[in-house]
């Protein structure tokens, strides 16, 4: 089953919206695989996303990331990483649809309170970082109430 990272960063935290956002991926029918509340480290972080290090706002998004505990989630199902992307919304909330967690939660786009892996490959790489001893293998006694 594909799996993806789900992050709520610091400021999503620090506004008491952990159980909501869990709430809505559990509710959708995705199943929690990993989870942890942790501090990153700056070097940690600048891993994290290392992609995106030539952007001018890379030292801005390291300096967010690692100024409070985080929410660091697997989350799998069936097309779990662009659903989770959806349920996200776009990155600049300004754009994001209501309904979204972006678009219900947050105004600017260096305070956007989640982090969705974009692509299957990515997520693997993300899982691995966060999740060195790998994720939780269960299997969920509702999935035949979710799948057919
Ligand atoms: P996403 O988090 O939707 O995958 P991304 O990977 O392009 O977006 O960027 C990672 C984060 O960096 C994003 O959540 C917020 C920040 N960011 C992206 N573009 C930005 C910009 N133009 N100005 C400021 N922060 C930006
Ligand atoms: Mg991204």
């Known amino acids: 089953m594909e799996q993806t990272f ?8 620090q506004r008491g919206l952990v ?4 709430s809505r991926f559990e509710k959708k029918g995705f199943t929690l695989a990993g989870l942890k509340f942790i501090t990153v480290d700056r070097p940690f ?19 967010y990331i690692i100024s409070g505990p985080v929410v ?22 300004a754009e994001s649809a209501p309904g979204t ?11 956007n309170v989640i982090h969705g892996s974009d692509a299957v490959e990515s997520a693997r790489k993300e899982i691995a970082l966060w999740f060195p001893d790998g994720p939780v293998s269960w299997r969920s006694s ?3 109430w979710i799948y057919e």
């Open 72 to 93: 660091a989630m697997v989350w799998q199902g069936k097309n779990v990483v662009t659903t989770g992307r959806k349920i996200i919304g776009a990155t600049n909330p």
């Open 19 to 22: 159980g909501e956002i869990i």
């Open 142 to 144: 509702l999935n035949p």
């Open 101 to 111: 967690i972006r678009g219900d939660f947050a105004i600017e786009i260096g305070r």
């Open 45 to 63: 972080a600048e891993k994290h996303y290392e992609d995106l290090s030539a952007k001018p706002f890379f030292n801005g998004l390291v300096e």
């Open 6 to 13: 789900i992050m709520i960063k610091p400021d999503g935290v």
